[in-house]
């Protein structure tokens, strides 16, 4: 099993779009926790996604417990993606089968999911004080290259 990046409940069509082209170029699985924001039908997924999401290897489930559920990941596969998690996201040493796992781009993971994971929270570092998050596209793409690295030296 490879790498993955988990999308709860994502809001804007264009970032998955964006993180499915992501997922097709690393060879990830894109993981979509519902409800969505958006239809996957919608242009502006299929725009973000270009003509590479019909190779995305997608995975829907109806909620997280279902996810959790299914998947049954052990707790160091999980890296749960908050911008005021304690550790940065250079600290740990991905296994080739983690699950990134990032929230709404609107108020991020449900405190439930965060609340049941402990240490397993991860920020990527910002230097300046006038940005208080990244995109979620980007953040989703800059963890996804970060947990690779060590299999690409």
Same mark, same amino acid.
């Given at each position: ?56 290897? @997608?995975? /829907?489930? +109806?909620?997280?417990?279902? $996810?959790?559920?299914?998947?049954? *990941?052990?707790?160091?596969? #999980?890296? @749960?993606? /908050?911008? +005021?998690?304690?550790?940065? $996201?250079?600290?740990?040493?991905? *296994?080739?089968?983690?699950? #990134? ?53």
């Amino acid at each position: 099993m490879s790498m993955a990046i988990v999308l709860v409940e994502p809001e804007i069509p264009g970032n998955t779009g964006t993180i499915g082209r992501t997922c097709v170029a690393l060879d990830m699985e894109l993981v979509l926790i519902h409800p969505l924001g958006f239809d996957l039908s919608e242009k502006s997924v299929r725009r973000a996604g270009l003509d590479y999401w019909r190779h995305v290897r @997608l995975a /829907e489930f +109806d909620d997280w417990a279902a $996810f959790i559920a299914a998947r049954r *990941p052990r707790p160091d596969q #999980l890296f @749960l993606f /908050e911008d +005021d998690a304690p550790d940065s $996201f250079y600290t740990p040493d991905y *296994p080739e089968d983690a699950y #990134l796992v990032f929230g709404r781009e609107t108020t991020g993971l449900p405190r439930h999911i965060v609340d049941q994971y402990p240490g397993r929270g991860f920020h990527l570092p910002m230097r300046s004080p006038h940005i208080r998050s990244l995109n979620l596209a980007n953040a989703a793409t800059a963890a996804a290259y970060q947990a690779l690295r060590k299999q690409y030296r």
